[in-house]
C-alpha cells in the first residue's frame, strides 16, 4: 500500500516540476510514447490537475521509459462521442471522456451516476467503483483496459437567466444534460433535457439553445460560463442531483505490449491511492471554480434544508425507474444496493 502523504508530496512536485524538470531528466527516447486523446482544453483542469500529473508520475515513475503526450481539445479527431471506439480500435492509445457520452455502453457505471445514490462524497464514490470494478462493472469495459474510473463534484444547477429554488421551477425549460441519467433527472422535473458535450454549451446557453445545464463548477471558468450564467444553484451541504462517470482507459493492444514491469508502474499510480488523489483535486477545482463565477458577478444559492429535500423527494423516482428500464439486461436492484453500501463504507 502507498504511503498517502508521500503519494500526495510526489504528485505536487511532480505537478511543479512538470514539464521542464521531469522532461529533462531523462533521455529524450523513451521505449514507449503513447498518445492520450481527451475532449476538453489545454488548461481545463482535468489536464492541468489530473492527467498531466498522472502522465508525469508514468515518466518518472518509469525512469524515462514511457511517455505520455496528451492531445486535448479532440486535436487527434473525431467528436467526444468517438472516443471510446477510438481507444478501442488503437487509434489512440489513451483517452480520459465521459462514460454517458455513449449512451448505452456503461449501464452499470450509471449507478453511481444517479441522485440519492451519489451522495456528494467524490472520494468515496471514486474508491467504490474501485472496490467493485472487478465483481460488478468489468463486463462493460471488455474492449478497452480501465486505468480508472472517477466522477466530478456532482450536477450543481448554472442558470442563464432564472433562479430555480424547487422542483416545480423546472417546468417548461430546457437544461443541458450530459448523459442517460440527467436525462432522466430533468425529465422528471418536467423540463426537456438537451444531451451536449460541454464544449458546445457557451454557445448554447448564449443563442438560448438552452436555458441553464446540469454541470459542476470546476469547467465553468474553462468555459467562461460566467459570461453566460447568472445563477449558480446547488443543495444544502454540496448536494447535487447526481453526477458523471468518467474513465481514463488504454488500447488493449498498448497495454498488452507493456512489460509487467511498466504495466506495474501503471496498476501503482492508478490504484485506490490515486483515487484519494482524483477527489482532492475534484473538490479542491470546484470549489475554486465557484469563487471565479461569484466574482464575476454570478450569484451563488445553497438551497434551504427543506428546498433540498423537496428535490430528493421529487427525484426518487428516478433510481426506480432506473431499475426497472434496466432490469432486463442488468441486475439493477443489485448494482444500486451494492453502490450504497460501497460508497457508505467508503464515507465511514
Given at each position: 500500500m502507498i504511503d498517502r502523504r508521500k503519494f500526495l508530496a510526489g504528485a505536487a512536485t511532480a505537478a511543479v516540476a512538470s514539464p521542464f524538470v521531469l522532461r529533462r531528466a531523462w533521455a529524450a527516447n523513451p521505449e514507449f510514447t503513447l498518445r492520450l486523446h481527451h475532449l476538453l482544453g489545454p488548461k481545463s483542469p482535468a489536464q492541468v490537475m489530473m492527467l498531466q500529473p498522472f502522465a508525469d508520475r508514468i515518466?518518472?515513475?518509469?525512469?524515462?521509459?514511457?511517455?505520455?503526450?496528451?492531445?486535448?481539445?479532440?486535436?487527434?479527431?473525431?467528436?467526444?462521442?468517438?472516443?471510446?471506439?477510438?481507444?478501442?480500435?488503437?487509434?489512440?492509445?489513451?483517452?480520459?471522456?465521459?462514460?454517458?457520452?455513449?449512451?448505452?455502453?456503461?449501464?452499470?457505471?450509471?449507478?453511481?451516476?444517479?441522485p440519492n445514490i451519489f451522495t456528494g462524497d467524490i472520494t468515496a464514490t471514486n474508491r467504490a467503483m474501485h472496490d467493485m470494478f472487478a465483481d460488478h462493472l468489468a463486463d462493460e469495459y471488455k474492449n478497452v483496459h480501465v486505468l480508472w474510473l472517477h466522477v466530478h463534484a456532482g450536477q450543481a444547477i448554472q442558470m442563464a437567466n432564472k433562479l430555480v429554488r424547487k422542483p416545480s421551477d423546472?417546468?417548461?425549460?430546457?437544461?443541458?444534460?450530459?448523459?442517460?441519467?440527467?436525462?432522466d433527472v430533468i425529465k422528471i422535473l418536467g423540463a426537456t433535457p438537451v444531451d451536449m458535450p460541454v464544449p458546445s454549451l457557451?454557445?448554447?446557453?448564449?443563442?438560448?439553445?438552452?436555458?441553464g445545464a446540469l454541470i459542476p463548477w470546476e469547467i465553468g471558468p474553462a468555459l467562461k460560463l460566467q459570461d453566460v450564467t447568472k445563477y449558480d444553484i446547488e443543495g444544502h451541504n454540496k448536494w447535487r442531483l447526481g453526477t458523471t462517470t468518467f474513465q481514463v482507459s488504454m488500447f488493449p493492444g498498448t497495454w498488452n505490449k507493456l512489460p509487467d514491469d511498466l504495466k506495474a508502474v501503471f496498476n501503482t499510480a492508478?490504484?485506490?491511492?490515486w483515487m484519494n488523489q482524483v477527489g482532492d483535486i475534484w473538490?479542491?477545482?470546484?470549489?475554486?471554480?465557484?469563487?471565479?463565477?461569484?466574482?464575476?458577478?454570478?450569484?451563488y444559492v445553497e438551497l434551504t434544508v427543506a428546498e433540498t429535500d423537496a428535490f430528493k423527494t421529487a427525484l426518487a423516482p428516478v433510481v426506480?425507474?432506473?431499475?426497472?428500464?434496466?432490469?432486463?439486461?442488468?441486475?439493477?436492484?443489485?448494482?444500486?444496493?451494492a453502490a450504497k453500501a460501497a460508497i457508505a463504507k467508503n464515507s465511514a
Open positions: 515518466l518518472k515513475d518509469s525512469n524515462g521509459r514511457v511517455k505520455i503526450d496528451i492531445y486535448p481539445s479532440m486535436s487527434l479527431g473525431g467528436a467526444p462521442p468517438q472516443l471510446v471506439r477510438q481507444v478501442a480500435d488503437g487509434v489512440v492509445d489513451m483517452i480520459w471522456t465521459v462514460n454517458g457520452y455513449t449512451p448505452g455502453l456503461f449501464p452499470r457505471s450509471e449507478v453511481f451516476e444517479l423546472f417546468n417548461g425549460l430546457k437544461i443541458r444534460v450530459p448523459g442517460p441519467t440527467g436525462t457557451p454557445q448554447a446557453l448564449s443563442t438560448h439553445v438552452v436555458d492508478a490504484e485506490d491511492m473538490r479542491r477545482d470546484d470549489d475554486g471554480a465557484i469563487k471565479v463565477l461569484t466574482g464575476a458577478g454570478n450569484e426506480d425507474d432506473w431499475i426497472k428500464q434496466r432490469s432486463g439486461q442488468i441486475d439493477a436492484k443489485g448494482l444500486v444496493d
